[in-house]
C-alpha cells in the first residue's frame, strides 16, 4: 500500500476515501510544511497532498536531492504558487491541482465582497453589534450602489468569467477586463490593452489572476494610483499578487474608496493597519469555504493521486 501524506485535515468522505485505498498519514494542523519538512516529506512517503502554505520550494527539492521517493504532489486547490513545478519536474515529480471545482464558490466570495464593501455591510453588523446602532435615517451609513456599476476583472480565467456572469446578469453592470492574452468571454465584455487603463476605467476591481510568478506584485502602488478616488478594489486571487503596503496607503489616503479581501501576503497574517480600517472588509481565505465543495476538492486531488499509482496521466496536470 502506498504511502500517502495528507498535510492537513480534510472532509471525512475524503479521509474515508484516502485511508481504504493508502497508507494514510495526517496532519492535523493549520500550519504549512516549512522547506526542511517538505524536503523529509518527499523523502518518505510515495505521494502527498498538500495545499497553500505547504513550502514545496525549490530549496525543498534540493534539500530532498538523491532521496526523493514522491511522485506525485496533487494540490488541494487550484492555486500552486507554493510548490516550485519546474523544480518538481526536474525531480520526476509529478502536480496536479483541483481547478473547475473552486470556480463558482470563489465567484460568489468575489460578489459578497463586492456587495459588503460597496454596501457598508461589515461595518453597519459592527455597529448594530456593539450597540450604536440609532434607528434608521436617510442618511444613514450611505454606502455605493452596485447595481449599473462599471466591473473590471484582472485575469479572465474560469472564476474571472464566473464573476463576469454574476456581475453583468445579476447586477446589470459593464464588464471590462484585462488579460496578458486574448480571450474570448460568454458574457459580454470588453478586453482592454493594459492593466492601468483597467483600473483607471471601472468602478470595482476584481482581481482572480493566479499567485505567484509573474504576477506577484502585479497590483502595485502605480496600478492602484490608476484608480478612481471611488473606487473599490476586491482581491480573491492570491495575497502575493498585491502590494499590500500600496493597499494600506491607498486606503489610508483616501485614495480609493474601499478593499475586500479574502487573501494576504502572509497568511495568516494580516497587517493591523488592514484591520482598523472601517472601509475594508477581511475574510480569511473563505473562498471555496462550503462543504460539498471541499469534499470536492479532496476527492479530485486524490483521483489525481490514484491515476499516478495506476500509471495514467493524471487528469487535472499542471
Known amino acids: 500500500m502506498k504511502k500517502l501524506l495528507i498535510?492537513?485535515?480534510l472532509p471525512d468522505a475524503n479521509l474515508a476515501f484516502a485511508r481504504a485505498r493508502f497508507d494514510v498519514t495526517l496532519r492535523e494542523t493549520a500550519v504549512g510544511l516549512t522547506v526542511d519538512e517538505a524536503a523529509e516529506a518527499l523523502a518518505e512517503y510515495d505521494a502527498i497532498?498538500?495545499?497553500?502554505?505547504?513550502?514545496?520550494?525549490?530549496?525543498?527539492?534540493?534539500?530532498?536531492?538523491?532521496?526523493?521517493?514522491?511522485?506525485?504532489?496533487?494540490?488541494f486547490g487550484v492555486g500552486y504558487n507554493h510548490i516550485d513545478v519546474a523544480a518538481a519536474r526536474a525531480a520526476g515529480v509529478s502536480v496536479s491541482?483541483?481547478?473547475?471545482?473552486?470556480?463558482?464558490?470563489?465567484?460568489?466570495?468575489g460578489m459578497t465582497l463586492i456587495l459588503a464593501t460597496c454596501r457598508r455591510a461589515g461595518e453597519g453588523e459592527r455597529v448594530l453589534r456593539a450597540g450604536k446602532w440609532t434607528g434608521w435615517g436617510p442618511t444613514q451609513m450611505l454606502g455605493i450602489h452596485v447595481t449599473g456599476k462599471t466591473v473590471g476583472i484582472v485575469g479572465m480565467g474560469r472564476i474571472g468569467q464566473a464573476v463576469a456572469h454574476r456581475c453583468h446578469f445579476g447586477f446589470g453592470m459593464p464588464v471590462l477586463f484585462y488579460n496578458r492574452s486574448?480571450?474570448?468571454?460568454?458574457?459580454?465584455?470588453?478586453?482592454?490593452?493594459?492593466?492601468?487603463?483597467?483600473?483607471?476605467?471601472v468602478d470595482i476591481v476584481v482581481v482572480t489572476v493566479p499567485g505567484g510568478g509573474a504576477n506577484t506584485g502585479l497590483i502595485d502602488a502605480a496600478a492602484l494610483a490608476a484608480m478612481k478616488p471611488t473606487g473599490v478594489f476586491v482581491n480573491i486571487a492570491r495575497g502575493d499578487v498585491v502590494d499590500e503596503d500600496a493597499l494600506i496607503a491607498a486606503l489610508s489616503?483616501?485614495?480609493?474608496?474601499?478593499?475586500?479581501?479574502?487573501?494576504?501576503?502572509?497568511?495568516?497574517?494580516?497587517?493591523?493597519?488592514?484591520?482598523?480600517?472601517?472601509?475594508?472588509?477581511?475574510?480569511?481565505?473563505?473562498?471555496?469555504?462550503?462543504?460539498?465543495?471541499?469534499?470536492?476538492?479532496?476527492?479530485?486531488?486524490?483521483?489525481?493521486i490514484i491515476a499516478w499509482t495506476e500509471g495514467r496521466a493524471l487528469p487535472q496536470a499542471v
Open 253 to 304: 489616503e483616501g485614495r480609493i474608496a474601499g478593499a475586500g479581501l479574502d487573501v494576504y501576503a502572509k497568511e495568516p497574517y494580516v497587517p493591523p493597519a488592514l484591520i482598523g480600517m472601517e472601509n475594508v472588509v477581511l475574510l480569511p481565505h473563505l473562498g471555496t469555504a462550503a462543504l460539498e465543495v471541499r469534499v470536492a476538492m479532496g476527492q479530485m486531488a486524490l483521483d489525481n
Open 182 to 201: 486574448p480571450k474570448a468571454t460568454k458574457v459580454p465584455a470588453l478586453q482592454v490593452d493594459t492593466l492601468h487603463e483597467l483600473m483607471a476605467s
Open 49 to 75: 497532498l498538500p495545499t497553500l502554505g505547504d513550502a514545496f520550494t525549490a530549496d525543498a527539492f534540493e534539500k530532498a536531492k538523491g532521496r526523493i521517493r514522491c511522485g506525485v504532489l496533487a494540490n
Open 97 to 109: 491541482n483541483t481547478p473547475d471545482t473552486v470556480t463558482d464558490a470563489t465567484a460568489d466570495i
Open 7 to 9: 498535510t492537513r485535515l
